[in-house]
């Protein structure tokens, strides 16, 4: 967490949110877990999302409790100070500083969270909290319920619903406020130079794993704390592997590489995938397929717009890919009958997208009550397209072991949409003047 990223106002204005719609009862929101990786030795940590969203606090070990009504408040729980766990592990902000620097209504030490928690559930309809996200707190909040129904006899009532928090601020988190847009293009923009770094270390002979170090490189240089996702960085036909991760091959000359890389940058990830050759120029066959992608993604993103559904991206990306499947030889028959049978699922087979935040994959349904949702401004979408063509006997040998993906991340803006990421070269004659100008620059 750089200084500038933090804003309390922001953080308590979501709070204040969140407690509007509670409509009454407790909300109770634990962060992650450290996680172990062997011994002494843990995972980086990472906060949870929810959690982060409405405090901005960055430390494991806390929990923030809102209680709403017509004076809603917020109280943080954290750990203490402690002298000699932050001379072995570093600062922690202690109950006292972290209300005055978080803005928070109350703070308590983490040990007092089950105490205080049955104290203020007394008489409150209903408790919020992540329902069956990890049976350990499930556990705990059944033992809060049972310890506000033992004081029944004292006239202290229960209360009587559970819902899953989670489902409120997942439609706080899809349309995403100012602070959040400033911080994404900051995101995107880390990525998009990553990229373009990445573009120009590619060589015939290289290793995957070397352009995966020039992403990571430029991803901390630049502040961000870490990749939204491991990177794929796919080398000729293994970018038909959809989670290619492993990273390990030589490039050949003549291949194209794709990588899909993006950075989190205070919490908020961008997700980009580019395909480029790794000498100097597309093949023949190479270019068909790309443009055929590219032509998909333009179509996917003309369409987001307010107003538009959530899958009229989808729709308009898989029309031009099939149509383009056909014209490939990669299909046969009509393209009435390739959409209706969905015979381009065989070279196309994931969606055009996902929402985009806090989370690569980020929080918001798709449809609610059965129907797509409709696009609004403030949400952020990713439109990736693609066409991955494994090497089969009924397959035009030339376009063998070809895969394509191109991603943007899009904001839903008021009148159309704004490609975050566009700083990421993605015309072919970009590319390729990008890759020559690297070449010569190596001498
Ligand atoms: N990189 C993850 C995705 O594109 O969905
Ligand atoms: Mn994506
Ligand atoms: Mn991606």
Same mark, same amino acid.
């Given at each position: 967490?750089?200084?500038?990223?933090?804003?309390?106002?922001?953080?308590?204005?979501?709070?204040?949110?969140?407690?509007?719609?509670?409509?009454?009862?407790?909300?109770?929101?634990?962060?992650?877990?450290?996680?172990?990786?062997?011994?002494?030795?843990?995972?980086?940590?990472?906060?949870?999302?929810?959690?982060?969203?409405?405090?901005?606090?960055?430390?494991?070990?806390?929990?923030?409790?809102?209680?709403?009504?017509?004076?809603?408040?917020?109280?943080?729980?954290?750990?203490?100070?402690?002298?000699?766990?932050?001379?072995?592990?570093?600062?922690?902000?202690?109950?006292?500083?972290?209300?005055?620097?978080?803005?928070?209504?109350?703070?308590?030490?983490?040990?007092?969270?089950?105490?205080?928690?049955?104290?203020?559930?007394?008489?409150?309809?209903?408790?919020?909290?992540?329902?069956?996200?990890?049976?350990?707190?499930?556990?705990?909040?059944?033992?809060?319920?049972?310890?506000?129904?033992?004081?029944?006899?004292?006239?202290?009532?229960?209360?009587?619903?559970?819902?899953?928090?989670?489902?409120?601020?997942?439609?706080?988190?899809?349309?995403?406020?100012?602070? !959040? &847009?400033?911080?994404?293009?900051? /995101? +995107? #923009? $880390?990525?998009? =130079?990553?990229?373009?770094?990445?573009?120009?270390?590619?060589?015939?002979?290289?290793?995957?794993?070397?352009?995966?170090?020039?992403?990571?490189?430029?991803?901390?240089?630049?502040?961000?704390?870490?990749?939204?996702?491991?990177?794929?960085?796919?080398?000729?036909?293994?970018?038909?592997?959809?989670?290619?991760?492993?990273?390990?091959?030589?490039?050949?000359?003549?291949?194209?590489?794709?990588?899909?890389?993006?950075?989190?940058?205070?919490?908020?990830?961008?997700?980009?995938?580019?395909?480029?050759?790794?000498?100097?120029?597309?093949?023949?066959?190479?270019?068909?397929?790309? !443009? &055929?992608?590219?032509?998909?993604? /333009? +179509? #996917? $993103?003309?369409? =987001?717009?307010?107003?538009?559904?959530?899958?009229?991206?989808?729709?308009?990306?898989?029309?031009?890919?099939?149509?383009?499947?056909?014209?490939?030889?990669?299909?046969?028959?009509?393209?009435?009958?390739?959409?209706?049978?969905?015979?381009?699922?065989?070279?196309?087979?994931?969606?055009?997208?996902?929402?985009?935040?806090?989370?690569?994959?980020?929080?918001?349904?798709?449809?609610?009550?059965?129907?797509?949702?409709?696009?609004?401004?403030?949400?952020?979408?990713?439109?990736?397209?693609?066409?991955?063509?494994?090497?089969?006997?009924?397959?035009?040998?030339?376009?063998?072991?070809?895969?394509?993906?191109?991603?943007?991340?899009?904001?839903?803006?008021?009148?159309?949409?704004?490609?975050?990421?566009?700083?990421?070269?993605?015309?072919?004659?970009?590319?390729?003047?990008?890759?020559?100008?690297?070449?010569?620059?190596?001498?």
């Amino acid at each position: 967490m750089k200084p500038n990223d933090l804003d309390p106002v922001q953080h308590g204005a979501r709070r204040a949110r969140l407690a509007q719609a509670m409509q009454g009862g407790v909300a109770v929101i634990p962060t992650a877990p450290e996680r172990i990786r062997n011994r002494d030795t843990h995972y980086p940590y990472r906060f949870d999302s929810h959690f982060y969203y409405l405090t901005g606090f960055p430390e494991p070990e806390a929990v923030l409790v809102i209680v709403a009504g017509a004076q809603p408040k917020s109280l943080l729980f954290c750990r203490v100070k402690d002298e000699e766990r932050e001379t072995w592990d570093g600062f922690r902000f202690g109950p006292q500083a972290a209300r005055e620097r978080f803005g928070f209504d109350e703070s308590y030490p983490i040990s007092d969270l089950d105490t205080k928690i049955a104290d203020l559930l007394g008489d409150q309809p209903a408790l919020h909290y992540p329902v069956g996200a990890d049976p350990a707190w499930d556990a705990r909040a059944m033992g809060w319920l049972n310890a506000v129904r033992a004081k029944a006899r004292a006239g202290t009532s229960a209360p009587e619903r559970v819902h899953d928090v989670r489902a409120l601020i997942d439609e706080m988190r899809l349309v995403k406020d100012a602070h !959040e &847009l400033d911080v994404m293009r900051r /995101a +995107a #923009a $880390i990525s998009a =130079v990553a990229h373009q770094r990445a573009m120009q270390a590619a060589r015939p002979g290289r290793y995957e794993y070397e352009l995966e170090a020039e992403l990571l490189h430029e991803f901390r240089r630049s502040g961000a704390e870490f990749p939204a996702y491991w990177p794929i960085v796919a080398g000729g036909a293994n970018a038909c592997v959809l989670h290619y991760v492993s990273n390990d091959a030589m490039l050949r000359d003549g291949d194209l590489v794709l990588i899909d890389a993006g950075c989190e940058l205070a919490g908020y990830a961008s997700d980009i995938t580019r395909c480029f050759p790794v000498g100097a120029r597309f093949s023949g066959a190479q270019r068909e397929v790309y !443009e &055929l992608v590219l032509a998909a993604q /333009a +179509a #996917a $993103i003309a369409t =987001v717009r307010a107003g538009s559904g959530w899958n009229e991206p989808h729709d308009a990306a898989v029309r031009v890919l099939a149509r383009g499947m056909l014209d490939l030889k990669l299909l046969s028959g009509t393209l009435d009958a390739a959409l209706e049978k969905e015979t381009y699922k065989r070279f196309y087979m994931h969606r055009t997208g996902h929402w985009l935040g806090l989370d690569v994959h980020d929080a918001g349904d798709y449809k609610r009550a059965g129907k797509w949702r409709t696009l609004a401004p403030g949400m952020v979408l990713t439109v990736e397209p693609g066409l991955y063509i494994r090497a089969a006997d009924d397959v035009p040998e030339r376009l063998r072991g070809i895969g394509v993906r191109i991603e943007d991340d899009v904001l839903v803006t008021g009148n159309g949409c704004e490609v975050i990421t566009a700083a990421t070269p993605k015309r072919i004659a970009d590319i390729e003047a990008l890759k020559r100008e690297a070449i010569r620059n190596a001498g």
